[in-house]
């Protein structure tokens, strides 16, 4: 549920799956090791999934949509030296049940269930299982990988301090509950906080976005929790007055990650300029894709942060 459904009341900070990956410019070679990626944790070394992984490679690369599943076979052959066309369907098929069994819990996310098909040769190509599972692969799992891939490019510009980032409860549930110590610096579930950043640099504008288990929204500038980006003697308080939500409060056991981004002056983008419309705008891969261009246009002029922390339920 997005923050601004529950304003005027606190708004919650959602959790996005993270996977881990390496940053490609070119668009064919990030497709490619995206296959291999995808390739890599799903087939182990053995002699019948080299087969296997083979297929996958060939059968679900872009450059072979359009290609019968004998043309794939013939492919098979060339390079292993001996396959059998015939098994082309049966190895396929071998191949969707790893799939599924990697992916059978992101799948329906996104409108995808294998397991009900019915049975038998599908009248439309396009319902293929092999179709299916390759349109879900790359137009749902590739852009995860590629913004996971940005983000990590992000973290490793970052400077990690744990003093510039920080969370108080409400007095009241501060006293009610106890959220236990971890590892990892914590937040309790369902607990009002307020945020505190304290970043002592050069820079005084302040982008903040918050990376969870479902949604990526931006924190600053926002008009959920903060209109105005200017870091005031170093440092902020949110939800600033005048902000949409009172508190802050998250739903969702997981894992929270925050990336400051501080820069001379404000990226004058749209979906950075607060409005009611969207309070607390989500962003996504065009938008990270985005921000990297800006950035990387002027290298010199901004500084980056980062935390993480974990969401534990809290006790009485």
Same mark, same amino acid.
């Not at 030296?81 to 819990?105: C, M, W």
């Given at each position: 549920?997005?923050?601004?459904?529950?304003?005027?009341?606190?708004?919650?900070?959602?959790?996005?799956?993270?996977?881990?990956?390496?940053?490609?410019?070119?668009?064919?070679?990030?497709?490619?090791?995206?296959?291999?990626?995808?390739?890599?944790?799903?087939?182990?070394?053995?002699?019948?999934?080299?087969?296997?992984?083979?297929?996958?490679?060939?059968?679900?690369?872009?450059?072979?949509?359009?290609?019968?599943?004998?043309?794939?076979?013939?492919?098979?052959?060339?390079?292993?030296?001996?396959?059998?066309?015939?098994?082309?369907?049966?190895?396929?098929?071998?191949?969707?049940?790893?799939?599924?069994?990697?992916?059978?819990?992101?799948? +329906?996310?996104?409108?995808?269930?294998?397991? !009900? %098909?019915? $049975?038998?040769?599908?009248?439309?190509?396009? /319902? &293929?299982?092999?179709?299916?599972?390759?349109?879900?692969?790359?137009?749902?799992?590739?852009?995860?990988?590629?913004?996971?891939?940005?983000?990590?490019?992000?973290?490793?510009?970052?400077?990690?301090?744990?003093?510039?980032?920080?969370?108080?409860?409400?007095?009241?549930?501060?006293?009610?509950?106890?959220?236990?110590?971890?590892?990892?610096?914590?937040?309790?579930?369902?607990?009002?906080?307020?945020?505190?950043?304290?970043?002592?640099?050069?820079?005084?504008?302040?982008?903040?976005?918050?990376?969870?288990?479902?949604?990526?929204?931006?924190?600053? +500038?926002?008009?959920?929790?903060?209109?105005? !980006? %200017?870091? $005031?003697?170093?440092?902020?308080?949110?939800? /600033? &007055?005048?902000?949409?939500?009172?508190?802050?409060?998250?739903?969702?056991?997981?894992?929270?990650?925050?990336?400051?981004?501080?820069?001379?002056?404000?990226?004058?983008?749209?979906?950075?300029?607060?409005?009611?419309?969207?309070?607390?705008?989500?962003?996504?891969?065009?938008?990270?894709?985005?921000?990297?261009?800006?950035?990387?246009?002027?290298?010199?002029?901004?500084?980056?942060?980062?935390?993480?922390?974990?969401?534990?339920?809290?006790?009485?």
């Amino acid at each position: 549920m997005p923050p601004y459904s529950l304003l005027p009341t606190p708004c919650s900070l959602l959790p996005a799956p993270f996977l881990r990956i390496n940053t490609m410019t070119n668009q064919q070679s990030q497709q490619q090791q995206f296959i291999e990626y995808i390739a890599d944790n799903i087939f182990p070394i053995s002699k019948s999934s080299e087969t296997q992984k083979l297929c996958f490679q060939l059968r679900f690369s872009p450059e072979n949509w359009q290609e019968e599943n004998v043309e794939i076979a013939r492919k098979m052959d060339k390079k292993l030296g001996a396959f059998n066309e015939q098994s082309i369907n049966a190895t396929l098929a071998e191949v969707l049940k790893k799939l599924k069994k990697q992916f059978g819990e992101e799948m +329906p996310k996104n409108g995808v269930n294998l397991d !009900n %098909r019915s $049975k038998g040769r599908p009248a439309d190509d396009k /319902q &293929s299982p092999w179709r299916i599972a390759y349109r879900w692969l790359w137009e749902h799992k590739f852009p995860y990988w590629e913004m996971d891939g940005l983000w990590q490019t992000l973290i490793k510009e970052a400077a990690s301090p744990s003093h510039w980032l920080r969370f108080t409860p409400d007095p009241i549930y501060n006293k009610a509950l106890v959220v236990p110590r971890g590892k990892k610096p914590v937040i309790g579930l369902n607990i009002p906080y307020y945020m505190h950043v304290d970043l002592d640099c050069d820079q005084e504008h302040l982008l903040l976005l918050n990376r969870g288990l479902d949604t990526n929204y931006v924190v600053c +500038p926002s008009q959920a929790f903060a209109p105005v !980006n %200017r870091l $005031k003697e170093k440092k902020m308080l949110m939800p /600033q &007055s005048g902000a949409m939500c009172e508190e802050i409060k998250f739903d969702r056991v997981g894992q929270e990650e925050f990336m400051a981004i501080v820069l001379e002056d404000s990226l004058n983008l749209p979906w950075l300029t607060p409005n009611q419309e969207e309070p607390a705008p989500i962003w996504n891969l065009e938008r990270l894709k985005e921000l990297w261009t800006r950035l990387a246009e002027d290298s010199h002029n901004w500084q980056a942060f980062y935390r993480s922390f974990q969401v534990v339920e809290a006790s009485a």
